[in-house]
């Protein structure tokens, strides 16, 4: 049986596309529920108050980086959502006296436009809120050098590369309303991809590259990011790939409840833990991934009553 258009975008593949049991099991989580699908490989945590939420996500860099050293230099790729975390990073690095000389970080995606990376004095780049929010904070005899900071170029190669000889201890990121981490979308429903999404295993085999943005991750990003000003989004982003998501030891998933709604954060929650891979919902190929952990603060899962506003 045919799979059906999408609602919210006929051209592309995304969750809407998925068998209607799915979508229904999902809606259906209780927290409870939620918490009871961690199995070995896949980790569910709640959080009680925000501040516990973003303290215990900027430790896991701070984790991380106290692993480095000369010999076995270690690394974390960080997100641009959320980005709460990233000042309490920097202040934990200056408290302890953390130095980062020997250690990494990889941004996850940038925009593209124009056959090139966005400039980091475009108003919403990653590289720049990165630096903004994090590494300019950090005293100048504990900073991370600057090649050991690895963004994303137009032309991936030197990206691509510095993954080699360098362990990245953790992955760090959000979830997008399209239910992505970083930006791997769901493709367009086009080609040799026009009755069915790719197979997981054709999916995983994507590096990092220049990807085209499904509709939804347009406007969530104006409205996350720009006031709702559309037009200042780009369609395109250059994205850390799954090739290199599998180098990571562990992807661990912040969710407050401010990115992806209710039914996403049980969605991919439900396809992970009962290891429902589908490249229409991208987020869900990380069932295949060894070491996966969600978090949740509670007072963000929500529920998926129907209320009229």
């Given at each position: 049986m045919a799979r059906p258009l999408s609602k919210i975008a006929p051209d592309w593949w995304d969750y809407t596309t998925l068998d209607k049991g799915i979508l229904d099991d999902a809606a259906k989580l209780t927290p409870k529920d939620m918490l009871a699908l961690s199995r070995p490989g896949f980790k569910v945590v709640f959080?009680?108050?925000?501040?516990?939420?973003?303290?215990?996500?900027?430790?896991e860099y701070i984790q991380a980086w106290l692993q480095s050293?000369?010999?076995?230099?270690?690394?974390?790729?960080?997100?641009?959502?959320?980005?709460?975390?990233?000042?309490?990073?920097?202040?934990?690095?200056?408290?302890?006296?953390?130095?980062?000389?020997?250690?990494?970080?990889?941004?996850?995606?940038?925009?593209?436009?124009?056959?090139?990376?966005?400039?980091?004095?475009?108003?919403?780049?990653?590289?720049?809120?990165?630096?903004?929010?994090?590494?300019n904070r950090i005293l100048p005899d504990l900073k991370m050098p600057e090649k050991n900071l690895h963004f994303p170029k137009a032309d991936p190669t030197e990206y691509i590369k510095s993954?080699?000889?360098?362990?990245?201890?953790?992955?760090?990121?959000g979830q997008g309303d399209i239910k992505h981490w970083a930006f791997n979308d769901p493709l367009k429903r086009e080609g040799k991809y026009k009755d069915n999404p790719p197979?997981?295993?054709e999916y995983l085999q994507l590096s990092t590259r220049v990807v085209d943005l499904h509709p939804v991750t347009v406007m969530q990003n104006a409205r996350t990011s720009g006031g709702g000003k559309v037009d200042l989004v780009p369609n395109q982003a250059v994205s850390v790939g799954p090739v290199q998501t599998w180098?990571?030891?562990?992807?661990?998933?912040?969710?407050?409840?401010?990115?992806?709604?209710?039914?996403?954060q049980r969605l991919t929650t439900?396809?992970?833990?009962?290891?429902?891979?589908?490249?229409?919902?991208?987020?869900?190929?990380?069932?295949?991934?060894?070491?996966?952990?969600f978090n949740f603060f509670v007072g963000g899962i929500g529920s998926c009553e129907v209320e009229m506003h």
């Amino acid at each position: 049986m045919a799979r059906p258009l999408s609602k919210i975008a006929p051209d592309w593949w995304d969750y809407t596309t998925l068998d209607k049991g799915i979508l229904d099991d999902a809606a259906k989580l209780t927290p409870k529920d939620m918490l009871a699908l961690s199995r070995p490989g896949f980790k569910v945590v709640f959080y009680d108050t925000l501040e516990e939420f973003y303290a215990a996500e900027a430790l896991e860099y701070i984790q991380a980086w106290l692993q480095s050293t000369p010999d076995n230099p270690v690394g974390v790729c960080g997100p641009i959502g959320p980005t709460e975390q990233l000042p309490i990073v920097a202040q934990i690095v200056n408290a302890i006296g953390l130095n980062l000389k020997d250690s990494h970080f990889w941004g996850m995606d940038e925009w593209y436009i124009d056959g090139k990376e966005a400039p980091e004095d475009h108003p919403l780049s990653f590289a720049k809120a990165d630096k903004e929010m994090l590494f300019n904070r950090i005293l100048p005899d504990l900073k991370m050098p600057e090649k050991n900071l690895h963004f994303p170029k137009a032309d991936p190669t030197e990206y691509i590369k510095s993954w080699d000889g360098v362990r990245c201890a953790m992955m760090q990121g959000g979830q997008g309303d399209i239910k992505h981490w970083a930006f791997n979308d769901p493709l367009k429903r086009e080609g040799k991809y026009k009755d069915n999404p790719p197979t997981p295993e054709e999916y995983l085999q994507l590096s990092t590259r220049v990807v085209d943005l499904h509709p939804v991750t347009v406007m969530q990003n104006a409205r996350t990011s720009g006031g709702g000003k559309v037009d200042l989004v780009p369609n395109q982003a250059v994205s850390v790939g799954p090739v290199q998501t599998w180098k990571a030891e562990k992807v661990s998933i912040w969710q407050a409840g401010t990115h992806d709604n209710a039914f996403g954060q049980r969605l991919t929650t439900f396809m992970i833990g009962k290891k429902l891979p589908d490249a229409a919902v991208p987020m869900s190929l990380l069932a295949l991934h060894p070491n996966v952990q969600f978090n949740f603060f509670v007072g963000g899962i929500g529920s998926c009553e129907v209320e009229m506003h």
